[in-house]
């Protein structure tokens, strides 16, 4: 079982920036994939940016450009660098992994204000 604790979320004004960090129980470095989801109010959860073997990414078109994961293998933490953040940003942003099983965390929220 991998635990996945998010943190970094907070309020920010619309231009802003803010990082998410996701760090994990088990070594990362093991883990294929690993993503970060967002689900804003009466939607559904959808997948903003994913790192497959460390290496290979995938981005939302809407995110970008604009936002970068990226991955600490010494600390175990997956990142969301979010910049030029715009007020449909706003969601709880959830850290996923896969390994033969799918992980979540908690959620982090993100608040944009225009």
């Known amino acids: 079982q991998v635990q996945l604790v998010e943190s970094g979320g907070g309020l920010v004004q619309y231009g802003g920036s803010l990082k998410l960090s996701c760090t994990a129980s088990?070594?990362?470095?093991?883990?294929?994939?690993m993503d970060w989801y967002r689900r804003s109010p009466g939607s559904q959860r959808e997948l903003v940016a994913s790192?497959?073997?460390?290496?290979?990414?995938y981005y939302k078109s809407s995110v970008k450009g604009r936002f970068t994961i990226s991955i600490d293998n010494a600390k175990n933490t997956l990142y969301l660098q979010m910049n030029s953040l715009k007020p449909e940003d706003t969601a709880v942003y959830y850290c996923?992994?896969?390994?033969?099983?799918?992980?979540w965390g908690q959620g982090t929220q993100v608040t944009v204000s225009s």
């Open positions: 996923h992994a896969f390994t033969t099983i799918d992980h």
């Open positions: 088990n070594n990362i470095s093991s883990i294929r994939i």
């Open positions: 790192l497959t073997d460390g290496t290979i990414t």
